[in-house]
Structure formats: C-alpha cells, structure tokens
C-alpha cells in the first residue's frame, strides 16, 4: 500500500472522528466563513504552517500533484498567475537559479511572468513542489488562489483537514 493511500486514509478518518489537531499558534486563530475569507485574513505565516503541513511530496506524491496544479493555475486569474510565476521566480532565484536557466530546463515559452501561460506557470509550481518544498509552501502562503481550485481527492483531504483547524463551525 502506498504512502498517499495511508495518509488519504488517515485524513479521512481523523475528520470522521472530529480529530481537530490545534496547530501551535491555532489560539489566535479566527474562524472564518469559507476559503477566500480564510485567504484574506490569515497571516502569511499561519497559511504557510498550514500549508506545509498539508502538502507534502511524501503524502500527495508529484504525480497527482502536478496535475491539479496545471488545472488550478489555469482556473485563476490571469493577473493572479503572473504574481505566482513572479513569485516562484523570484524565490527560485534566492536558491540560484535564474529564470532564463529555468526557462531552459523546464522548457517554458517564456521567462516574463506576464507573458506566461497557465502550463507554464504549473510546470514552475511542479518543479517547486517537487525540488523545493519551501518554496511552493512560501509561494502558496504568499498567493493562496490556486490553492481553492485544487481537487484531486488527496488534495481534498489536505483542504478537508486545513478546514477542521482552521474554519469555525457555524
């Protein structure tokens, strides 16, 4: 059995059983009505805890994820994904590589942030994933729109568990 199945199985049965696991600064944390509520009150560092936690290559595998990336940076809005290719850039840069070296290497149209397409920008968010974990959760922290057109199911766990410790109950 694999890994993402284990953890997809133990998300699902930690919220079956109400498990609300409190995150360290969780006492601080407001309740909010749904995700871009979530996305415009948070702090920074509470969606970057959150979201490191909750996407993990070891737990959602690059296979499934690079997919759902593509189809929800396609599903933002254009002004959004230039910020997030701005933003994986950016980052990127701080580890030594340059955008015309990552144009290269992963084979992107461009290396104009305003000028790149969803695949582009989902191919640059697959290879933080996959290469530098710190920087996709820093990205995602910093620019959570794509994060709510997520949807493969391992996916919806991590949405499902982010839900049951960060949103207030109604």
Do not use: C
């Amino acid at each position: 059995m694999s890994t993402s199945e284990d953890y997809k199985r133990q998300v699902m049965k930690d919220l079956a059983g109400g498990d609300k696991e409190l995150l360290e600064d969780a006492s601080s944390a407001e309740n909010y009505d749904n995700f871009d509520d979530f996305a415009q009150k948070s702090s920074k560092n509470e969606r970057h805890q959150l979201f490191s936690k909750s996407f993990q290559s070891d737990r959602i595998p690059a296979a499934q994820m690079e997919p759902e990336l593509q189809k929800a940076i396609a599903q933002i809005k254009p002004h959004e994904r230039d910020d997030v290719a701005r933003e994986f850039f950016s980052h990127l840069k701080k580890k030594g590589l340059s955008d015309r070296d990552l144009e290269q290497q992963l084979g992107l149209s461009t290396h104009d942030p305003n000028r790149m397409s969803a695949d582009d920008v989902g191919k640059l968010a697959g290879f933080a994933y996959h290469n530098y974990a710190d920087v996709f959760h820093d990205v995602l922290a910093e620019q959570p729109a794509m994060v709510k057109f997520l949807s493969n199911p391992m996916v919806g766990a991590a949405l499902g568990a982010m839900a049951a410790k960060w949103m207030g109950r109604k």
